[in-house]
């Protein structure tokens, strides 16, 4: 089969890595490039041997890895860090052509914020075991230990971020891995594996095993060796993932989908409002986070609409290589069809398309930012991620209705509230949601705690709470008095 994929110039492998190796498959899939539409490269497909080859290295080498201890292994994770920064263009221009980000985002902030991920949590990790508490009874050593083998799973949207991600805690917190990227974006977890391989990582720390969710992931998050399963993706995904889990027992973290609202108070600084909701359609609106319900109080709706509109207008669509796009393209053709779905529906309701609503004449895979009115709460279009460049937008009159329509879908990732600090910090507090920016948008501090409630997710990122999750916590004691045992009649 096919060994590597040329991407202008850089070869990826296209095989899995496995103990150290990169190893073929008898079976593989198609990757294809979302601007052009055209066929990238056949990526080898993991069959269940592959899967338990890994889950077994990456148990072999968990022992030595963990015995390393947090200096050990941050000198390992500061080489892969810097390794990475170095291949930080190579990185950046495969991760476009594979899923149609905007390049100018990836080069700088992007591959910085990815090799950031690893270096903060090996930082980290010097520190976490400290932990003591001086108890009645005994002095308490609480130690996180390492968990054992995970399974990191990701979507396409964002693989090289979201990998590092949880690369960086879970192997800092002393775990070994097995990546399972994503079918639609595969490249540039693949180029993970080169990175570790010359950064001198242990063979067996780090595994990529390469395929279709449905059954290489399946047959990963089933697998009796495997301590933990850090998962993002959507909600039907998790759902199984989170059974497989459930039936072994074995702790989840899942990082789900979001339908968050962007509340617009009438004391808001309504220019800088307008723009950052024209901001949602970035990525052509696949980013979870994005706000995708507009919520404008009533009294300033003109006003902020007149605004939106113009901001939005001049967003470029098309080619994410080039440095004035704004919206890139849609990242599979079954992915725009279900936009266009979402959207064909809504109009056929009698929903209001204030613009967009169609195909962008960039290409076959671009749509046009959208925006909707006319639509009631219990609407497909405004209960349901659509995670395409496509907008909903409602009026309120009182915050508490603001607050009722914002926390009325059974999602709670993010909000974005724009108005007086006052009144957006009075807001803020009563939405369902794990994360809230007032007056801003998408400002992501790696120690902040990252997640949502409801059906965006379980557990949070970031921080110490990565360590929470990638660490069995452990209370060793020492007794406080000379302990004896007492027994009866004594
Ligand atoms: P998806 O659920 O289809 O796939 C996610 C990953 O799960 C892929 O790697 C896929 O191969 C794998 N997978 C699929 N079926 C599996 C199974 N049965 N067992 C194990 N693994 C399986 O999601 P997607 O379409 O790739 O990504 C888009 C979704 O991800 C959106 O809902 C988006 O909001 C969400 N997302 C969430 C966050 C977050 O941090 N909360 C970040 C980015 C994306």
Not at 108 to 116: L, M, Q, T, V, Y
Not at 122 to 146: C, N, S, W
Not at 157 to 177: D, I
Not at 433 to 438: D, L
Request: charged letters at 20%; proline letters at 5%.
């Amino acid at each position: 089969m096919q060994e590597t994929i040329d991407i202008d110039g850089i070869q990826v492998s296209a095989l899995h890595y496995i103990d150290g190796e990169r190893v073929g498959s008898t079976e593989s899939f198609v990757d294809h490039c979302p601007i052009d539409g055209r066929e990238i490269g056949h990526i080898a497909a993991g069959l269940d041997a592959h899967c338990d080859a890994a889950v077994d290295a990456a148990r072999r080498a968990f022992p030595a890895w963990a015995a390393l201890g947090p200096q050990g292994r941050r000198d390992h994770l500061l080489r892969f860090a810097s390794t990475l920064r170095r291949w930080g263009e190579k990185l950046a221009r495969v991760e476009s052509e594979d899923n149609g980000m905007l390049l100018k985002r990836l080069r700088g902030p992007g591959i910085e914020r990815c090799a950031h991920n690893i270096e903060f949590f090996a930082e980290l990790a010097m520190t976490l075991e400290q932990g003591a508490i001086d108890g009645e009874k005994a002095l308490h050593e609480v130690r996180h230990d390492p968990a054992g083998v995970c399974v990191l799973i990701t979507p396409w949207n964002s693989p090289l971020m979201l990998t590092t991600w949880k690369l960086g805690p879970a192997l800092a917190a002393g775990n070994t891995v097995v990546v399972k990227p994503p079918e639609w974006a595969p490249l540039t977890c693949s180029m993970l594996a080169d990175i570790a391989h010359e950064a001198g990582i242990p063979r067996g720390v780090i595994n990529v095993v390469q395929g279709i969710g449905q059954t290489t992931g399946a047959r990963l998050v089933a697998n009796l060796g495997v301590d933990r399963i850090s998962f993002t993706g959507s909600v039907p995904t998790a759902r199984l993932v989170a059974g497989a889990a459930a039936a072994n027992l074995v702790p989840v973290s899942l990082e789900l989908g979001g339908k968050s609202p962007f509340i617009v108070l009438s004391d808001a600084d309504l220019e800088l409002a307008a723009d950052t909701a024209a901001l949602q359609y970035r990525n052509a609106g696949q980013v979870c986070l994005a706000g995708t319900r507009l919520l404008v109080e009533k009294s300033v709706a003109p006003a902020f609409m007149a605004r939106l509109k113009q901001t939005v207008s001049g967003l470029k669509v098309g080619d994410p290589r080039r440095d004035d796009t704004e919206i890139g393209p849609i990242i599979h053709p079954r992915q725009i069809e279900r936009v266009a779905g979402f959207v064909d529906r809504a109009r056929a309701g009698g929903a209001e398309i204030l613009w967009g609503g169609q195909r962008h004449a960039a290409g076959d895979l671009f749509y046009e930012p959208t925006l909707i009115a006319g639509v009631a709460q219990d609407d497909e279009i405004v209960q349901n991620e659509v995670f395409g460049p496509v907008l909903v937008f409602q009026t309120f009159e009182t915050e508490d209705e603001a607050v009722a329509l914002a926390n009325g879908t059974r999602y709670g990732l993010a909000g974005v509230v724009f108005g007086s600090d006052a009144r957006a910090t009075a807001v803020a507090h009563r939405l369902r949601t794990g994360m809230v920016w007032k007056n801003s948008f998408f400002l992501r501090d790696i120690e902040a705690p990252f997640g949502g409630v409801g059906e965006s997710g379980m557990g949070r990122e970031g921080g110490p709470w990565s360590f929470d999750f990638f660490c069995d916590i452990k209370d060793v004691m020492t007794p406080k008095q000379p302990y004896r045992p007492i027994f009866a009649g004594r």
